[in-house]
């Protein structure tokens, strides 16, 4: 079983659409499993059209309550309270979505009316889609520890996987390099980058990089909407040859893109698209140089 994620340094440089045309390719030549890692913004799922099989409450950190009968409405929690979660009445009550969990109001209540519990952050769902079975998750609003949760989806996914005996788990990654991404990367055989040539989109291809190789990830680089700047996209060109990596494939802008975005599918769907053409080669460069090497390799070992 092999991993792939697709990452990027920033938000909109296409690692969504990506994600979703290798999906369509990779399911016709070996058994899929995939994961939204974008539990913030999870948008897979609009394009794969998921009907859920599983669903599980996901908790994480703590939240203060009140038991209404042994609170003497004295104030000692609001007072100590740093973040205004302690609401004024009798009894009072706690804003769940202010509370922080920090603990401090329930060592200030005299009566010791206050306990903490774990707090209900968010979702996490194993779904079928027409390309295999796809984790994804909801962080709810407020809430933190979205690296966890990826974590959490990173775990099951895996197990799903050995269970299946599955050929290749894909991860569709959050953006930027934050917690979120570290737990979507962790132990991965290959990182696929997408950019696209913009002063943003290099500045945030080199963060992610430096990422990807401080967790020693192997990483190629996906030009996305290439040719939009031939003078950033030769700027990447640099940056990968001087870093010892290499541009697996460089996309042109196409209005089968968006065009696929407003039919719910992947570009894939539209078969002679410049976009979906590139991308069957990317598929096919991957399964030659990437997927068969190292199922050679585990074979031979």
């Not at 399911?27 to 939204?36: A, E, H, I, P």
């Not at 809430?143 to 050995?162: D, I, M, P, T, Y």
């Not at 640099?238 to 290499?246: D, K, L």
Request: aromatic letters at 4%; charged letters at 20%.
């Amino acid at each position: 079983m092999k991993q792939v994620v697709v990452l990027s340094g920033k938000g909109g440089t296409g690692k969504t659409t990506v994600t979703a045309a290798l999906a369509t390719l990779a399911c016709r030549d070996t058994s899929l499993v995939m994961v939204d890692a974008d539990v913030d913004a999870a948008n897979l799922e609009l394009v794969l059209k998921p009907e859920v099989q599983q669903e599980t409450v996901f908790y994480s950190g703590l939240e203060a309550v009140i038991d209404p009968d042994s609170c003497l409405a004295c104030g000692d929690c609001a007072e100590v309270c740093r973040f205004d979660a302690v609401l004024s009445g009798t009894p009072y009550t706690i804003d769940p979505i202010a509370c922080e969990g920090c603990v401090a109001c329930m060592y200030a209540c005299p009566p010791q009316a206050i306990t903490m519990l774990e707090a209900k952050s968010g979702r996490w769902m194993r779904s079928n889609t027409r390309c295999g079975t796809l984790f994804h998750a909801e962080l709810f609003a407020g809430q933190e520890n979205s690296g966890k949760l990826v974590a959490e989806l990173r775990s099951r996914s895996r197990a799903w996987a050995q269970e299946k005996q599955a050929g290749l788990v894909l991860v569709d990654g959050p953006p930027g390099i934050g917690c979120a991404v570290i737990a979507a990367s962790t132990g991965m055989d290959l990182a696929l980058l997408v950019t696209e040539p913009t002063i943003s989109g290099v500045h945030d291809l080199q963060r992610i990089f430096q990422t990807t190789r401080h967790f020693q990830i192997p990483a190629l680089v996906v030009i996305n909407k290439a040719d939009l700047n031939e003078a950033r996209s030769a700027e990447i060109r640099a940056f990968c040859e001087v870093n010892g990596t290499r541009v697996a494939a460089e996309i042109p802008f196409d209005h089968a893109v968006p065009q696929a975005m407003v039919a719910g599918g992947p570009v894939t769907d539209i078969k002679n698209s410049e976009a979906s053409v590139i991308l069957r080669a990317l598929w096919s460069m991957l399964k030659g140089d990437f997927l068969q090497e190292t199922n050679r390799q585990e074979i031979s070992s």
